[in-house]
């Protein structure tokens, strides 16, 4: 736990010392680390594209998941991004994971477009959905953003869903 502690506050620290290359927070060659809060859809097919954070219970069943996200901006407010996560789901382990490109219209209306997969234990099939995402970036600082919006995610595979999920998100970045 110490280690854990000490992580947090070295990434904190180095946010807060870094300066963006530009002055701004999305200006080519920053980085982008995010975390998501997700709520809404149902059961495992919400929870099988999650980077987030999550926790789920009903009756004896809980579903908590874990993951972030990280991004480079190629460009003035287009990042390239990547997410990873674990969901265990009654003792069901779910690994998944997230490619795609964020862009900040006018550095402050974030659009999402994304392919999130999982790879889910014992499944004969695995999920794959391509995500769309829009909000708005209410920056608390030079390095710290606030993102609540909505999601979509589109089942690519009908065997596995062919139901897509809504979601209203309340996301977390860093900025450096």
């Given amino acids: 736990m ?3 502690s ?12 870094t300066q963006a290359q530009d002055g701004t927070q999305t200006s080519q060659g920053s980085w ?9 859809g149902d059961g495992l097919s919400a929870h099988s594209a999650n980077t987030g954070f999550s926790l789920v219970s009903s009756g004896d069943t809980t579903i908590w998941g874990i993951g972030g ?3 480079y901006f190629i460009a ?26 964020k862009y900040y219209v006018i ?9 999130t997969g ?11 959905w391509v995500g769309l995402q829009g909000g708005y970036a209410i920056f608390l600082s030079d390095h710290i953003s606030i993102e609540p919006g909505v999601r979509y995610n589109l089942s690519l595979n009908d065997d596995f869903s062919d139901e897509g999920i809504f979601e209203f998100r ?4 860093l900025f450096f």
């Fill in 2 to 4: 110490k280690k854990l």
């Fill in 107 to 115: 550095s402050t209306i974030p659009v999402q477009v994304d392919i």
């Fill in 6 to 17: 000490f992580v947090i506050v070295a990434i904190f620290g180095l946010v807060f010392t």
């Fill in 69 to 71: 996200e990280g991004g």
């Fill in 118 to 128: 999982a790879s889910i234990q014992d499944a004969t099939e695995n999920p794959l």
């Fill in 170 to 173: 309340i996301g977390f970045a």
């Fill in 32 to 40: 982008l680390i995010e975390a998501n809060t997700g709520f809404g």
């Fill in 76 to 101: 003035d407010d287009l990042a390239l991004k990547v997410g990873l996560g674990y969901t265990d789901f009654d003792s069901l382990s779910i690994f998944t994971y997230k490619v795609g490109a």
